[in-house]
């Protein structure tokens, strides 16, 4: 029987990017996606972390995502506009090949925006929106996923849960970010839900037949429902023009119409905005990075929270102890270390 | 007595733009404010309407916003930034003179960005929203306003009402705008409710002590909630970090520390991004303008609403037969032209 174990993320880092390597992923794809869901494990992200290879082995089988793109810069107008084509792969690979730019151009130009077509987004936004702030940048990154929320007065899934982050960069701290779906709750906690046995909460979802349920099961087959209700809806639908239709990649129904099912990541594209505040703030008085504390300090000050700070403490503890993994989740591991694309349906 | 009376929007502009000349406003300033009034009143929006010239007029009586500024364009660097200063005026002529500067730099680097600073905005973003939209150009808007919600967790005023923009350019037809405070409600609707005697619905605010209430001066006392839980509570702190501290300019808790009251107007910037589609789209199959069509079709035949036809529908309706004011409006405005800044507290 094997036992629960405390790894660095380092050798967490070497398992996981092994179990890509064998299911034929190059080393950009299997290096990007490894630290990704290593960041999530790392921060106690668990929808976001190990539980995630399945997904992208699952999706690579399928034949919907090339483990082995090699993401390109095609030619670059000098504009604020950064364009890298993932080829197919996942998108991580593609931000990190297109960062460089989008820093260097938000810097040149005051703001400026990547934009990644032709990709699988299949982790959270959070690892790029932090990316970014990590250059002294804001960032406010989006991407579509596929149909599974109504829009409000709707009874279908047609939006996706389209994601929508934000970051500001802190000096000598974790950045402010946040990154949420636009639904009431992200898919991966609904499928957490399913596996747990577990009822919805109200307000979720919808089922097939357009009423409430807290049926985890009945919510997959019909629709969720987005937050904050017609203003949701409309961010949503933002999400689809800007970050699908206006980089000129698929929005959410073309997205799982490409795909066939919702058991897949999605293949569509991704817009990363970033901000440089020194343009933004020059000429005037104060520095924008102090005065974000202050705001920050009132905040907390009343008793509310900063996002992401669970995030941030989880961090902390897996770097000094290291990532906790339980019995079941190293076995896991080395099943599919052991099977590759096999260990997959 | 006066009669109810129907106008063209031509001659309801005459009478509105003749009681801010009255007032002492400059042509630049009352030109721009008496546009975005009507547009209100045109549009069937009461609480951006004519009902707001007395909150302009008592804003101008307290010395907290200047009727005779002109807005100035400072030197600008080549960059996507263009920044517009309303020298303590009115948001309104400010954002008027760097329209034409933002449409051209978002043309030329694919997205650009317009910063209004010291300016007082006391109208909605969508009439902004639809002028870069009228360029072809997609638009995201966004401002603080002053202490008024407090962040989820917390329970004290520190955010603004914050309110969020976008615009997409549709052909021949109205575009697709949204324009939501990212409280549950706008303070305007909370003192209409006030006004009327009525009770607020549950959710939208709590009392000086932080307890929920459905009093309308109660929740004026104590602190408006964000819409759609955390999930708002993040985007208004976004919005204070983007639109405030980014570009220079007061936070909503500064806001309301230089204006020291929550009746009048504030002081504060103003952010309008505009994204070109052609320039995000080229080299991309498929015409961005077509394809949002079919998104907007695909939502309508659902059942769901886009935002804003309300709006566009008595838009059409004024257009045909006139703008009605009640016999007491009409009344107002006469009373407001003979007294100008004397008719208000």
Redesign the interface.
């Known amino acids: 029987m094997t036992d629960s174990r405390l790894l660095t993320t380092g050798e967490l880092s070497e398992r996981v990017e092994a179990i890509f390597r064998k299911a034929g992923f190059n080393a950009a794809q299997a290096g990007a996606v490894t630290r990704v869901i290593v960041a999530g494990e790392r921060d106690a992200c668990k929808s976001h972390g190990i539980y995630r290879i399945e997904g992208a082995l699952r999706t690579v089988k399928a034949g919907k995502v090339r483990p082995d793109a090699e993401p390109e810069v095609?030619p670059q107008n000098a504009?604020?506009?950064v364009?890298v084509n993932a080829k197919g792969g996942f998108a991580n690979p593609a931000f990190e090949l297109g960062l460089p730019l989008l820093v260097e151009r938000a810097r040149?130009?005051?703001?400026?925006?990547l934009?990644i077509?032709d990709c699988t987004h299949f982790s959270a936004l959070w690892p790029e929106v932090e990316a970014v702030t990590e250059q002294g940048l804001?960032a406010?990154v989006m991407c579509p996923s596929y149909s599974a929320v109504?829009?409000?007065?709707?009874?279908?899934p047609?939006l996706g849960t389209n994601p929508f982050g934000?970051g500001?960069p802190r000096r000598g701290k974790p950045p402010?970010v946040?990154d949420?779906a636009?639904s009431v709750a992200a898919r991966g906690e609904i499928e957490l839900h399913r596996r747990a046995g577990k009822p919805l909460p109200e307000g979720w979802a919808i089922d097939a037949d357009g009423r409430p349920t807290t049926d985890p099961s009945a919510a997959l087959a019909g629709a969720m429902l987005p937050?904050?209700?017609?203003?949701?809806?409309?961010?949503g639908?933002?999400i689809?023009?800007?970050a699908g239709?206006?980089?000129?990649?698929l929005?959410s129904?073309e997205a799982l119409e490409a795909l066939g099912t919702t058991t897949l990541a999605p293949a569509h594209g991704e817009l990363v905005?970033a901000?440089s505040?020194e343009?933004?703030?020059?000429?005037?008085?104060?520095d924008?990075f102090a005065?974000?504390e202050i705001?920050f300090e009132?905040?907390v000050g009343?008793?509310?929270?900063l996002?992401s700070q669970r995030r941030f403490a989880a961090r902390a503890k897996s770097q000094a102890e290291g990532v906790a993994l339980s019995a079941a989740e190293v076995a896991q591991l080395d099943r599919l270390l052991a099977l590759g694309v096999d260990a997959v349906d």
Chains 1, 2 share one sequence.
């Open positions: 095609p504009s604020a506009i364009k040149t130009y005051g703001l400026a925006a934009v077509n804001a406010l109504a829009p409000t007065g709707g009874n279908k047609l934000f500001w402010y946040f949420f636009t937050f904050g209700g017609h203003k949701g809806s409309a961010i639908t933002m689809e023009l800007l239709i206006m980089i000129g990649d929005t129904p905005l901000f505040p343009k933004f703030a020059a000429g005037r008085s104060g924008p005065r974000a705001l009132t905040i009343q008793g509310a929270r996002p």
